[in-house]
């Protein structure tokens, strides 16, 4: 298995689900960033997730827009991405998976990028506007060095596609819970369950389950019947409204959600 399927089966062996934290790399400022992620990982989180700032995201919602916006202004460039990663994997040992759009990654060079996040301690890519079936260098490259690819599915997703997204992915599938942005909402669509339902007829390993997640009560309803929860915007603003101290506060918070009576069950 890879680090972060091992990640997510110590979890389930602990009796729950796994948590899954994203911060926008370079946010406040680089040092800040760095030391935000190591205080998820202290604080009971199974994957870090890092987003390397981007001029046009298209799945970010706006707290995480205002952050990586601000990251970019700071004067955040590429190089500050496997810095971060080697600072944090050299403090705490939780996987890092990089959330990139894709076109930074071309620019980058697909082979020099996978080196270099491999070199930093990194443990793979989730690319969310990217298909697989578009990927095939990055799949190559992610094959010889042995890096998560992590791809997503979303309620609208044909049988067909379902089948190409497990088959292709790593680590675990990302499940879209709405169609829509990353942003905080009273209440997670249903169409959630359901797809991880269908992604575990087609035979996905891990399905977690991300966007509009806010709450430790949703954390605990999402890993009922998925094997993890992401959230991220809760956590920015944890950050931006008070620091790191607010932030260890709310991760604890939502960590507290993850236990999950099938877990305990199944094991």
Not at 65 to 83: I, N, P, S, V
Not at 111 to 127: E, P
Request: charged residues 20%; contains cysteine; hydrophobic residues 45%.
């Amino acid at each position: 298995m890879s680090r972060v399927e091992d990640a997510i089966a110590k979890a389930h062996n602990e009796g729950r689900g796994a948590f899954v934290g994203y911060l926008p790399v370079g946010y406040p400022d680089l040092q800040t960033s760095i030391q935000a992620a190591i205080t998820l990982a202290r604080n009971g989180v199974d994957v870090i997730e890092l987003g390397p700032p981007y001029s046009d995201p298209v799945m970010d919602g706006l707290v995480i827009q205002e952050a990586t916006q601000h990251a970019l202004a700071a004067g955040f460039k590429m190089r500050d991405l496997f810095t971060a990663v080697g600072a944090i994997t050299a403090e705490v040992d939780v996987p890092v998976l990089v959330m990139t759009y894709w076109n930074p990654v071309l620019q980058y060079g697909v082979d020099r990028y996978a080196d270099d996040l491999l070199a930093a301690g990194g443990a793979g890519l989730i690319t969310p506007d990217i298909t697989p079936e578009a990927a095939g260098e990055w799949i190559a490259a992610s094959e010889r060095t042995g890096l998560d690819r992590v791809f997503l599915a979303a309620p609208t997703s044909t049988d067909e596609r379902l089948d190409l997204v497990v088959s292709s992915s790593t680590g675990f599938v990302y499940t879209v819970s709405t169609m829509g942005i990353t942003g905080e909402r009273a209440e997670l669509d249903r169409a959630a369950r359901v797809l991880v339902e269908r992604l575990k007829a087609h035979g996905v390993g891990n399905a977690c389950v991300g966007i509009g997640i806010s709450n430790a009560e949703q954390v605990n309803g999402v890993t009922e019947y998925a094997d993890g929860a992401i959230v991220g915007t809760a956590l920015v603003r944890a950050l931006r409204d008070g620091g790191l101290d607010r932030l260890a506060e709310v991760t604890r918070s939502l960590v507290a959600g993850t236990p999950s009576a099938q877990f305990s069950l199944d094991n």
